[in-house]
């Protein structure tokens, strides 16, 4: 299973949003991942929408941003704690409404989503599909047997290839 994993703390101000979002634009190239337009959309909305439900509805200073990125289960998971321990409530918005529409769009641009109290407060997270990645040198370098029958299913082999432990040569 190949993760990665940062945290990053933003003062609980407006200001904090585009910070979020541009701090999540940038954690995606340094560990290139591929997104397409749906994902990079919905980690885009979801990201803005859990900072700004945070900023308006939390309490305490700072926020604490956690992003995880499961390639393996080509998930990522976005999470945001704050001080308060009011969980979100959805609630329909009407067509005049200027706010209330964040949770129904992280409902519906999510693979799953909730809000959980913590020591110090709560966490509200969702999880974001994520296209297929692309197998990179170094994670060919990493697993050598998956590198092979990628390689095999590429080139469109009918029987996999061996991995010989021995240095002798595979037999016919």
């Not at 949770?103 to 020591?119: Q, V």
């Not at 297929?132 to 469109?156: E, F, K, N, Y």
């Not at 996999?160 to 240095?167: A, F, Q």
Request: net charge positive; hydrophobic share 35%; aromatic share 4%.
């Amino acid at each position: 299973m190949r993760c990665h994993s940062q945290s990053f703390l933003l003062v609980r101000d407006p200001t904090s949003v585009p910070i979020s979002r541009r701090r999540l634009q940038d954690l995606v190239q340094k560990w290139r991942l591929r997104l397409d337009e749906s994902s990079d959309t919905a980690l885009t909305v979801i990201t803005s929408e859990l900072v700004t439900n945070a900023v308006r509805h939390g309490t305490g200073t700072m926020l604490t941003i956690t992003v995880s990125a499961n390639l393996s289960r080509r998930r990522i998971l976005v999470e945001v704690y704050d001080g308060s321990l009011v969980l979100p409530v959805p609630h329909w918005a009407d067509s005049e409404d200027e706010s209330g529409r964040g949770m129904t769009l992280i409902d519906r641009l999510s693979l799953c989503h909730g809000a959980e109290h913590t020591t110090c407060g709560k966490c509200v997270w969702a999880e974001i599909a994520m296209p297929p990645q692309r197998v990179t040198r170094q994670r060919l370098i990493l697993r050598p047997r998956r590198a092979a029958r990628a390689i095999a299913r590429h080139w469109g082999a009918r029987q996999p290839l061996t991995t010989v432990r021995t240095g002798r040569r595979a037999g016919p």
